[in-house]
Each structure stands twice: as C-alpha cells, then as structure tokens.
C-alpha cells in the first residue's frame, strides 16, 4: 500500500470516461471559454489543490509575501479515454523551474502548476541531465554513500535553497498532464490567487496546446486501426482563450505575464503584439524555439526589448532566467504602485 497522499495527473481518469449524455461541443463562439467549464467536467481531484493552494496562499498573505504562479511544462490531448496515444506539446520545463527559483531567490512564494514528470525547481539539476543521478554517487572507503568531490561544491548550494524553500513552505508544487486539468487547475489557482489582488503574478510559461478533442469525442478504449481503413483522422476544436478570461474576471488586478513561442523570427513580435491586442495584459515574452535558452524579447504595448545573455554568459553557464526574473519583479512593483494609486 502507498502512503502517497500526492495529486497525480499522468494516469487517466477512466471513470468518467466517453459520457454520451454531454451534448456535442459547439463550434467555435466568442464563448467558448464558458462553454468549455461548463460543458466539460472538473478533474476529481481539484477540490483537494483548492484546499492546498488556499492554505498556502492565506500563509503568504499573513506575512505580506507576494505570490507568483509559474506554469510550466507542455499539455497532453489524450485521443483516448485509457489513454495509449495523445499529441503533446513541446516543453521540457526548463523555462518554468529555473524561473521559479529565481522568483524564490527574490523573496516571492511560488504556486508551481506544471506537467507531472518534467524539471522541478532545484531538483532539475540532477534529475533530467544524460548523468544518471547515480554518476553523482561514491562509494566510501567504509562501504557509505556520499556525493562525488567534484560535485559537492555545486550541490550544497543547491541543497540549502532547496531546503530553504522546503523548510519555509515558499514552494507548492500542482500537477497537470492534460490540457483539459491545466485549464480547470488555472481557472481554480487564479480565482484563490485574486484574493490577493496585486501581489499576485502570473507568469505563464507552459506551452498549452492550441487544439483539443472535446470529451464527448474521445473514445473509451484504444483506437482500432482496423475500424478506420488503417487511418487516423483526427478532428480538433479549437482550445478557448483562456487568457482573456484570467485578465478580464478571474484575476483582473494582478499583473499576466504570457509566453509567445515562434519558430520562424519573422513573426515573433507580431505575434506577441497580437496576443497583447487580444488578451490587454502587461506582458508578452517572445522567444524562439532555437535560441529561447540565450535570448528573449519583452514585448509591451509601447516597447520591445530583447534581453541576451553575452557569449561569456553563455560559456559560463549563466541561466538566461537571472536576467529575465529581475526585470520581470521590476515591473510588477511598478504594476502594484499603479494599482494602489488607483485604489485597487
Ligand atoms: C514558452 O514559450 C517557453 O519559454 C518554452 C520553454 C515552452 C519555449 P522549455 O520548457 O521551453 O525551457 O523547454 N512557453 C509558452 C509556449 C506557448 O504555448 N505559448 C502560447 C503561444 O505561443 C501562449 S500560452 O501561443
């Protein structure tokens, strides 16, 4: 028996698998976000991250610590109810953990809202690396197991933020695997989060799919390749712009930080001006797929500025997020004066 108490998001929820009494989901409406909560139902487990997140969100409240939600991770779209095959997106969740340690480092508690299984904070600089954990192992003359010479100096630092965080409870981890979870888990974090009004961030770093197979298409068991001619076709709905709804009613006083990934330069700042025309948040942060790890562009309604770590950077090994949190903080102090000035 475990005594895992955890939310866990990879495994699927069969029980509510394919319900024919859902109506077929409408095409696509200015709605649609609305349409989306209500014809779709909640994951089973949202009532026990309520619970969690509102505890640690009054915690930080008490002591006037700012909040900062941190997506990060790619969202799965399952074809099948017990699922076998579902189309992911791209992200190994290096922007996301990285940044959240650095938003810790800088005084903030973080809600980490990520895809089960990829890079945590602190954790992510052993866990996905080509070493196996166990390269960073010795065996000592007395049979005991330490920690490799060449690693000790790097990994105390790490230990005692890692515990720093721990010990001080800055740091609540919440799964998702499916675009679906991420999108009621988001709903459920910005709701709680819009208590706190300004002091709350969200930086959105996760990659979400853009298309989804609404649930009274998917089917319950693995897809046949017989019944289809040995063909798969795939037909997706469009996901809602959740993003309008968290700037507009869930949470319209905080400061929305989004991500725009391109993989042609040409189009990058067009569309991160685009995302900023449609959603009227702060903040996009473009960057491409190729170079995301050594240049970033902070798009607003007025500016753009690109933010590159220098070769020497580079070489030694600087993470691009120690430039990019920084200036993110900045702006969300100036975000916070504005708001109270206004009285919110
Ligand atoms: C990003 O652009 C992230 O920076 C990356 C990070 C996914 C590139 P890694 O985790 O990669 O370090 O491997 N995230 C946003 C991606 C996204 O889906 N944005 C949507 C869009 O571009 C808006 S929410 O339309």
Same mark, same amino acid.
């Given at each position: 028996m475990s005594g895992d108490k955890r939310?866990?998001?990879s495994v699927p929820d069969t029980e509510t698998a394919i319900d024919r009494n859902l109506p077929e989901f409408p095409a696509a409406k200015p709605i649609d976000e609305d349409n989306y909560f209500r014809l779709h139902k909640p994951p089973p487990y949202l009532s026990q991250i309520s619970r969690d997140v509102a505890d640690?969100?009054?915690?930080?409240?008490?002591?006037?610590?700012?909040?900062?939600?941190?997506t990060s991770g790619g969202t799965t779209v399952p074809l099948e109810n017990n699922t076998v095959r579902f189309i992911d997106n791209f992200s190994a969740g290096t922007r996301g953990a990285t940044s959240a340690e650095y938003f810790l480092e800088n005084g903030y508690a973080v809600v980490f809202l990520h895809r089960e299984?990829?890079?945590l904070?602190? %954790?992510?600089?052993?866990?996905h690396t080509t070493n196996c954990f166990l390269d960073y192992m010795t065996e000592s003359e007395d049979g005991k197991v330490e920690v490799n010479a060449e690693f000790q100096k790097e990994m105390i630092v790490v230990l005692r933020?890692?515990?720093?965080?721990?010990n001080n409870n800055l740091l609540l981890l919440v799964p998702f695997t499916t675009v679906h979870q991420y999108l009621f888990t988001l709903k459920l974090i910005a709701q709680e989060l819009s208590v706190i009004g300004s002091d709350a961030l969200f930086y959105l770093a996760a990659a979400v799919s853009d298309f989804f197979l609404p649930s009274s298409r998917v089917p319950e068991h693995k897809i046949q390749s017989q019944e289809s001619g040995g063909?798969?076709?795939?037909?997706?709905?469009?996901?809602p712009k959740f993003l309008s709804r968290l700037v507009d009613s869930w949470a319209p006083i905080s400061m929305i930080? %989004?991500?725009?990934l391109e993989t042609d330069s040409s189009i990058l700042i067009k569309k991160a001006k685009g995302a900023l025309e449609r959603y009227n948040h702060q903040l996009v942060i473009g960057n491409l797929l190729q170079s995301r790890k050594y240049e970033v562009v902070f798009v607003t309604k007025d500016s753009e500025r690109w933010v590159r770590l220098s070769k020497d950077q580079v070489d030694a090994g600087i993470d691009i997020e120690s430039l990019i949190i920084p200036e993110v903080i900045k702006l969300h102090k100036s975000s916070i004066e504005e708001k109270k000035k206004m009285g919110l």
């Amino acid at each position: 028996m475990s005594g895992d108490k955890r939310v866990h998001t990879s495994v699927p929820d069969t029980e509510t698998a394919i319900d024919r009494n859902l109506p077929e989901f409408p095409a696509a409406k200015p709605i649609d976000e609305d349409n989306y909560f209500r014809l779709h139902k909640p994951p089973p487990y949202l009532s026990q991250i309520s619970r969690d997140v509102a505890d640690f969100i009054n915690y930080h409240h008490l002591q006037k610590r700012k909040i900062v939600l941190v997506t990060s991770g790619g969202t799965t779209v399952p074809l099948e109810n017990n699922t076998v095959r579902f189309i992911d997106n791209f992200s190994a969740g290096t922007r996301g953990a990285t940044s959240a340690e650095y938003f810790l480092e800088n005084g903030y508690a973080v809600v980490f809202l990520h895809r089960e299984f990829s890079l945590l904070p602190y %954790s992510r600089h052993y866990s996905h690396t080509t070493n196996c954990f166990l390269d960073y192992m010795t065996e000592s003359e007395d049979g005991k197991v330490e920690v490799n010479a060449e690693f000790q100096k790097e990994m105390i630092v790490v230990l005692r933020k890692y515990r720093h965080a721990q010990n001080n409870n800055l740091l609540l981890l919440v799964p998702f695997t499916t675009v679906h979870q991420y999108l009621f888990t988001l709903k459920l974090i910005a709701q709680e989060l819009s208590v706190i009004g300004s002091d709350a961030l969200f930086y959105l770093a996760a990659a979400v799919s853009d298309f989804f197979l609404p649930s009274s298409r998917v089917p319950e068991h693995k897809i046949q390749s017989q019944e289809s001619g040995g063909k798969l076709v795939v037909d997706l709905e469009p996901v809602p712009k959740f993003l309008s709804r968290l700037v507009d009613s869930w949470a319209p006083i905080s400061m929305i930080v %989004s991500f725009k990934l391109e993989t042609d330069s040409s189009i990058l700042i067009k569309k991160a001006k685009g995302a900023l025309e449609r959603y009227n948040h702060q903040l996009v942060i473009g960057n491409l797929l190729q170079s995301r790890k050594y240049e970033v562009v902070f798009v607003t309604k007025d500016s753009e500025r690109w933010v590159r770590l220098s070769k020497d950077q580079v070489d030694a090994g600087i993470d691009i997020e120690s430039l990019i949190i920084p200036e993110v903080i900045k702006l969300h102090k100036s975000s916070i004066e504005e708001k109270k000035k206004m009285g919110l």
